[in-house]
């Protein structure tokens, strides 16, 4: 309330508007992104606003690293450095991996946790989600989200998947369970057997998994979920996958009752389908706004910034696509974004003429 009041935005601490940014997909790209974006907000008096961080795919490797800090939103300048630092030593990945080989499902989703973990995060954290719990309430809450993949004829309500430091489980189906229990094994409803949490590298390589690649996490809910789908043959676990493969942004987990959300924003830092989410809300009968037929034109070429406004319980999305005409004009073809956008020269250069110009400029007028 403070941050916004002293932005011109009067309001009363039962008027507060709830602001999620909402990261999307990109590998390596969208880890950087996402940090430059809230270093941005933080210079321009922003950061503080968020209620929620969610994140998918390449963003939650920026996110599990900036709540390894506790204070990270009032100390960016050490969130970003890390970024640069000297990263981890071969011995304690491998390490960690000789313990995670000892297990029952050890799978190519831990190697992946440990590459991403070591190598682009620069360190290996070993807390737990559930550990973030007690963190400072100055921080935006985090949502990390993954989707279901073993029920591929199953609904779409239940291919989302979400973890907060509380509860994870299915948001649109009404199923969750306490966090520090996530890999334990349940079955109506009952806990069969405890098992120990993830650890955050874990979570990583849960969360961003390559094509093939997945993780069995074994979670019984409830038998009313196992009969939702095939009461003949249920799982003895939930393969859960990448949410970037379903959807870039993490818009399911934000829209509704549930959060009350008012305000998304929305970086994407991928070169895909810009408005994907669209067709998704339309489905599971999710208030989303509407969008221009004309702008769902632009989506191989789309402008810099978009705003989509909410109405009644509709959230307002301002929507930032990284590559996007303003920012790649004179520099190389709409058609060739995807494969040149991954250079790393191309990362950098437009990820901080995007925040910088965005950010800054954009946001606080919405405001």
């Not at 950061?47 to 998918?56: A, F, I, R």
Request: hydrophobic letters at 40%.
């Amino acid at each position: 309330m403070e941050s916004l009041n002293s932005l011109g935005i009067n309001c009363t601490a039962d008027s507060v508007p709830h602001i999620a940014l909402l990261g999307s997909g990109g590998g390596q790209r969208a880890a950087v992104g996402l940090v430059g974006s809230l270093y941005q907000m933080k210079k321009d008096g922003l950061l503080d606003t968020l209620l929620y961080l969610g994140g998918v795919s390449g963003s939650t490797w920026s996110m599990s690293s900036l709540y390894s800090d506790p204070q990270w939103s009032t100390n960016m300048n050490t969130a970003v450095s890390k970024l640069s630092g000297p990263g981890v030593e071969l011995e304690q990945a491998l390490g960690w991996l000789i313990e995670r080989a000892k297990e029952e499902h050890f799978s190519l989703t831990d190697v992946w946790g440990a590459l991403t973990s070591a190598a682009f995060m620069k360190q290996m954290d070993l807390r737990h989600l559930s550990d973030d719990a007690g963190q400072n309430a100055t921080n935006p809450y985090p949502i990390y989200s993954a989707i279901e993949n073993s029920f591929s004829d199953g609904p779409i309500e239940g291919k989302w998947f979400e973890m907060s430091p509380h509860e994870s489980g299915f948001p649109e189906m009404g199923l969750f369970i306490e966090t520090s229990l996530l890999g334990s094994k349940f079955q109506d409803g009952r806990l069969l057997e405890k098992k120990p949490e993830m650890d955050m590298v874990k979570l990583q390589g849960l969360c961003l998994q390559l094509q093939e690649v997945w993780r069995k996490v074994k979670i019984f809910f409830s038998r009313g979920l196992r009969r939702f789908w095939n009461p003949y043959k249920p799982a003895s676990c939930f393969q859960l996958i990448d949410a970037g493969l379903f959807i870039n942004v993490s818009y399911p987990s934000f829209l509704g009752d549930k959060r009350d959300i008012d305000l998304i924003i929305a970086p994407e830092f991928s070169a895909g389908n810009m408005f994907e989410a669209l067709d998704y809300a339309a489905e599971v009968n999710k208030p989303f706004p509407k969008i221009d037929d004309k702008v769902l034109e632009e989506r191989d070429w789309p402008k810099d910034c978009y705003v989509f406004e909410g109405k009644d319980k509709e959230p307002t999305i301002v929507y930032l696509p990284l590559f996007n005409r303003k920012n790649c004009k004179g520099l190389f073809h709409k058609h060739t974004l995807k494969e040149r956008g991954t250079r790393i020269f191309w990362r950098i250069f437009l990820l901080y003429r995007f925040t910088a110009y965005i950010i800054s400029s954009r946001i606080p007028l919405l405001l």
